[in-house]
């Protein structure tokens, strides 16, 4: 999921969050990677310089404490091919601004800054892909502004991938969450070897119904592809982004831990969210999963994906009016779940219950 950036808190509140997380992250060993010092230091790499080929596409809002992590990762990928690194601000009030021009004064002709004078987000806009649209390379990488890469090395795989396979759109890697209090885990561990993933498993995904946003990298062909559904419904872009850049043959998944996916970071949509928003926006993934069925031709089992997926949010659903007092909803959309795919339904309940039972 998006993390939608939304978050008003105090620049104290900030910065002690920042100075904890870094002070965690020496201790794990997951140190962002370094910039070089120039823009020849990145540029000697390419071999390919003809064009750009490679659009890094970063957004951001109220991130001064991350942000440098996000750069930095980006700048220092070693990869034949010439890229360039788009970095679209929705009018930050914080010192984000002051960082993103200080890191375009250093590397001119490789850092192009979106600015905007009025908040998109706030006037019901997908970022992404405003973001998208001032790019100039065939393939898109994704990392958002409180994301970072480790892997200095990830353009290079991720675009061999594609060049190699031109009937696959989208290549993922495996990453690491980052909580609040330090603690990690494998985000998206699909096994140790590459595999292919199929457009029925990409629609639900590992655990969430999303791989790791930032180690996206699909061909930007996909954007103009997007339906109108998609701009004035779909309540975030990423899932939808994934689920049409791996129609219909599904997605290539890479071992490698290429990023790490800060969760519940501050600014974020998981911190500053609360259950009313979250009603909401699951009440919204139940329209676009009706639409993804009329938009896409699907076979069987990606039917029967689609179904699960649906039922899933209808659970989610139910326990979030449960968390509310609100009985008659949780009946209802229990109902509806168990109702949508019975089987998949008792298997979510079963492994919830099971997660209870460890805590």
């Not at 978050?7 to 201790?27: D, E, H, W």
């Not at 061999?160 to 998206?188: H, M, R, W």
């Not at 329209?287 to 949010?313: P, V």
């Amino acid at each position: 999921m998006v993390k939608l950036k939304m978050s008003m808190l105090p620049l104290k509140k900030t910065f002690s969050a920042v100075k904890i997380s870094n002070q965690l992250l020496l201790k794990m060993n997951i140190n962002p990677l370094k910039a070089p010092e120039n823009e020849a230091s990145i540029m000697n790499h390419w071999k390919y310089t003809d064009k750009v080929y490679v659009s890094c596409v970063c957004i951001t809002f109220n991130q001064e404490g991350y942000i440098r992590d996000a750069i930095n990762g980006m700048l220092a990928q070693v990869t034949d091919y010439r890229f360039e690194v788009i970095i679209h601000d929705d009018v930050s009030n914080d010192n984000t601004r002051k960082i993103l021009l200080e890191y375009k004064n250093k590397y001119p002709n490789i850092i192009k800054l979106v600015l905007q004078t009025e908040n998109q987000y706030q006037q019901g806009k997908k970022i992404t892909p405003l973001a998208i649209a001032h790019a100039d390379g065939e393939y898109i990488a994704l990392c958002e502004g409180d994301d970072y890469w480790i892997d200095e090395y990830k353009l290079q795989k991720q675009i061999k991938e594609l060049i190699s396979n031109p009937n696959v759109n989208l290549v993922i890697t495996q990453a690491l969450s980052l909580y609040p209090d330090g603690t990690t885990e494998k985000f998206c561990n699909l096994g140790s070897t590459k595999r292919y993933i199929s457009f029925a498993d990409c629609i639900l995904g590992p655990k969430k119904d999303f791989y790791p946003t930032a180690t996206f990298f699909f061909k930007r062909s996909i954007i103009v592809s997007l339906p109108d559904w998609f701009y004035t419904i779909a309540p975030v872009s990423d899932y939808y982004i994934q689920l049409f850049a791996s129609y219909p043959v599904g997605c290539i998944y890479l071992p490698d831990i290429t990023a790490v996916y800060r969760r519940e970071a501050v600014g974020s949509w998981t911190s500053s969210t609360n259950l009313s928003d979250y009603i909401l926006v699951l009440k919204k993934r139940i329209i676009c999963n009706e639409l993804i069925g009329q938009t896409f031709k699907l076979n069987k089992i990606q039917k029967t994906s689609l179904k699960n997926r649906k039922a899933l949010y209808f659970k989610d659903l139910s326990f979030t009016y449960l968390k509310c007092n609100d009985i008659k909803n949780f009946i209802k959309f229990s109902y509806f779940a168990l109702n949508t795919s019975p089987l998949y339904y008792f298997k979510l309940i079963i492994s919830f219950l099971k997660s209870r039972i460890k805590k």
